[in-house]
């Protein structure tokens, strides 16, 4: 499940082939649901699939009087992530500031056979309800957990994009944002402590694992059962994760790179020493991060012209170099600009740093060493500059 706000900077998940378990891949799934209040509308299913091209598998099935029922194959014994989503008959594009319309998510085997009932307001999937497998029982079980916080969280994301979108103040929502974020993650990994054997558990603390600090994610990694740790691709992955997030620890010298900026010239992180490094990774195609930029304008401007003895260093996640480029200037960003546009994933900046979702700043002392890894949270990435910038050397 994919809460607002938290699980949203998620924006380099796996959701895809989960239990080791053996299996015949060619046994047909069967979704069948009632969905009051669809009428004849269209029911569109997606799931992950690495074996394709395209990374995922989209479709859609026409409903009739409030029923559906989806068929299909998967090309692994493994479960799978599926997420349902609605478009009732004169559906219209949602404004751009709107919360994306609320699905339906679960995970199926080869050979499933769940049921799906739930009623459609608003081109959203709301009071749903599953049974076919223990997943969907699980998933429900945590939807409960979170749905209170989620009732308060929904309309205060809503007011916090409209804000954002005519570039009002947003102040007064920050507070209780962060604090509402806060008690749904607490929520979360409740559930993961109370049921350290059930798949949901592994696929949410995966979920959220870029946000942890690695010694909470150490403590709920360990609580999990070994089943979930070893026989999971999850759980594997999260072994890699922590054993990343210990070489990215605070303190901790980084080795130097060397990368192409915007026309072709080397830049070495080693050039930046004797001063505080912000590495920003970001990508022309992620939102949050050009959202975030006009502030960092602001932030980058103020200390520069204080004279604070420090620099950003962008680093791009990108195939192709003439997006990367096209929105460097659109946006007026004025530090300098890398690609890591390296083809040996062992070798990406972003596995080197532990870097799981975008963006994430590091912030570097004037030795190189890392001083925190902030993701996501533009807030939290400000009060950091101000703690740097002004407050030590207030001291």
């Known amino acids: 499940?994919?809460?607002?706000?938290?699980?949203?900077?998620?924006?380099?998940?796996?959701?895809?082939?989960?239990?080791?378990?053996?299996?015949?891949?060619?046994?047909?799934?069967?979704?069948?649901?009632?969905?009051?209040?669809?009428?004849?509308?269209?029911?569109?299913?997606?799931?992950?699939?690495?074996?394709?091209?395209?990374?995922?598998?989209?479709?859609?099935?026409?409903?009739?009087?409030?029923?559906?029922?989806?068929?299909?194959?998967?090309?692994?014994?493994?479960?799978?992530f599926f997420r349902l989503s609605v478009r009732k008959e004169g559906w219209a594009k949602p404004a751009k500031t709107a919360l994306p319309p609320k699905g339906y998510e679960l995970f199926l085997t080869s050979g499933d056979a769940v049921e799906v009932e739930g009623v459609v307001k608003d081109n959203e999937i709301v009071k749903a309800r599953a049974k076919g497998n223990a997943h969907v029982v699980d998933w429900d079980k945590l939807r409960d957990v979170v749905a209170p916080v989620e009732v308060q969280l929904d309309p205060l994301m809503t007011r916090f994009r409209e804000a954002r979108a005519v570039k009002g103040d947003v102040s007064s929502l920050e507070k209780p944002l962060d604090s509402l974020r806060n008690v749904l993650k607490q929520k979360l990994l409740f559930f993961i402590h109370e049921n350290p054997k059930s798949l949901i558990s592994v696929y949410e603390l995966h979920s959220v694992s870029s946000i942890l600090p690695v010694d909470t994610l150490i403590r709920y990694y360990n609580e999990l059962d070994e089943k979930m740790q070893t026989g999971t691709t999850y759980g594997r992955d999260l072994s890699k994760v922590i054993e990343m997030k210990k070489r990215t620890r605070p303190g901790t010298l980084v080795q130097d790179f060397a990368r192409n900026d915007t026309a072709g010239q080397i830049v070495r992180l080693s050039d930046y020493r004797g001063r505080y490094v912000i590495l920003d990774f970001w990508a022309s195609w992620c939102n949050p991060c050009r959202k975030s930029h006009p502030r960092m304008l602001e932030l980058y401007k103020k200390y520069k012209d204080a004279g604070v003895a420090f620099d950003i260093l962008a680093i791009?996640?990108?195939?192709?170099?003439?997006?990367?480029?096209?929105?460097?200037?659109?946006?007026?960003?004025?530090?300098?600009?890398?690609?890591?546009?390296?083809?040996?994933?062992?070798?990406?900046?972003?596995?080197?740093?532990?870097?799981?979702?975008?963006?994430?700043?590091?912030?570097?002392?004037?030795?190189?060493?890392?001083?925190?890894?902030?993701?996501g949270d533009e807030k939290a990435v400000e009060q950091k500059m101000i703690d740097l910038f002004e407050k030590r050397n207030n001291k």
Do not use: C
Not at 333 to 347: F, G, S, Y
Not at 367 to 373: T, V, Y
């Open 1 to 80: 499940m994919k809460t607002n706000g938290l699980i949203a900077l998620l924006s380099l998940s796996f959701a895809n082939n989960l239990l080791a378990q053996e299996a015949s891949k060619e046994a047909p799934f069967t979704i069948r649901g009632k969905l009051d209040g669809l009428g004849n509308g269209k029911v569109i299913w997606f799931y992950m699939d690495k074996t394709l091209p395209q990374g995922a598998f989209t479709d859609s099935t026409q409903a009739k009087d409030d029923t559906f029922e989806i068929k299909g194959k998967l090309n692994t014994p493994l479960p799978t």
């Open 316 to 375: 791009a996640s990108e195939d192709t170099r003439g997006a990367w480029k096209k929105a460097i200037r659109e946006d007026s960003l004025t530090w300098a600009h890398v690609i890591d546009d390296e083809k040996d994933r062992a070798k990406k900046l972003t596995t080197l740093l532990g870097v799981q979702a975008l963006p994430t700043k590091v912030f570097l002392d004037q030795q190189g060493k890392i001083i925190a890894i902030i993701t």
